[in-house]
């Protein structure tokens, strides 16, 4: 069965330093690969997603990037972090394009001080 | 451009009673919808979909939801709720071709005991 894994589960960093977030999935090949982030008002707000190596769509300008350095690993950047990146980041897989559901993984909870 | 509305932002129900979470959307085509479901501080959780066919899809854990296409709605229902069914609830909706999915702004049910 497929599982998909996040670490850390919850940082605390400065403002101006630098994050990085993982996320890798086990037990499928080529998924496509999103993340999201959970603002205190509960919204889901779709941050980047990634239909293959090295192929990053972002869907926000902002402070972040993304990356996608192996088949089932996506990563969350950003040089400089800003209070307003504050929030639950949630990773998610789906099989490809015309597979319909996502799924999501355990979450990170990031607080910028 | 599509979108998703759940207009109550918490329902609140007595165990054994039933319940209705509401959700409309508006997309172009054919939509495919679907519910989750977030516990505190956890990844969101895939409960059922609506792709084509019975306008009535049964899910996880006794959840249930009517596609009602003239009044472009995709309620969540359950017979009889439990108190462990409290939870944040999304509805989502993607346009195919498309990988990506929107979010409503959930809607938390509360079960008292």
């Known amino acids: 069965s497929q599982t998909i894994h996040q670490w850390p589960a919850t940082l605390v960093q400065p403002v101006g330093s630098p994050l990085s977030l993982e996320c890798t999935v086990e037990?499928?090949?080529?998924?496509?690969l999103y993340w999201y982030r959970q603002a205190a008002g509960r919204g889901l707000q779709l941050l980047f997603y990634s239909v293959g190596i090295g192929q990053i769509s972002s869907e926000v300008p902002q402070n972040l990037s993304a990356s996608r350095p192996q088949d089932r690993q996506f990563i969350l950047s950003s040089k400089k972090l800003l209070l307003s990146d504050s929030g639950f980041y949630l990773c998610?897989?789906?099989?490809?394009?015309?597979?319909?559901?996502?799924?999501f993984g355990p979450g990170t909870r990031l607080t910028v001080t | 451009a599509q979108s998703v509305a759940q207009p109550e932002d918490q329902v609140n129900v007595a165990e054994g009673n039933p319940l209705t979470v509401k959700c409309t959307y508006s997309?172009?085509?054919?939509?495919?919808l679907f519910w989750y479901v977030q516990y505190p501080n956890r990844g969101l959780q895939f409960l059922l979909k609506y792709i084509t066919g019975d306008n009535l899809v049964k899910g996880s854990y006794g959840f249930e939801a009517e596609f009602n296409k003239s009044q472009t709605s995709f309620h969540l229902k359950k017979p009889s709720a439990l108190v462990s069914d409290s939870a944040l609830y999304f509805c989502a909706v993607r346009a195919p071709p498309y990988s990506t999915l929107t979010f409503g702004k959930g809607t938390m049910l509360l079960v008292s005991p």
């Open positions: 997309v172009s085509g054919n939509p495919y």
């Open positions: 998610a897989w789906s099989v490809s394009r015309t597979m319909i559901e996502q799924y």
């Open positions: 037990g499928t090949s080529n998924p496509n």
